[in-house]
């Protein structure tokens, strides 16, 4: 089964991938409410 063995990696790769980018996503909407409460503010 090596199809199946390299199907786990290229999961493995991707869930990384989601995890990276949804914490980047985090951050960038975090840093987008940040300003807009700043402005809310003013």
Known sequence: ??????FDKEKE???????????HLDSYFESFRESFDTEQDQ
């Open 13 to 23: 790769f991707l869930n990384g991938k989601d995890l990276r980018l949804k914490s």
């Open 1 to 6: 089964m090596k199809f199946g063995s390299n």
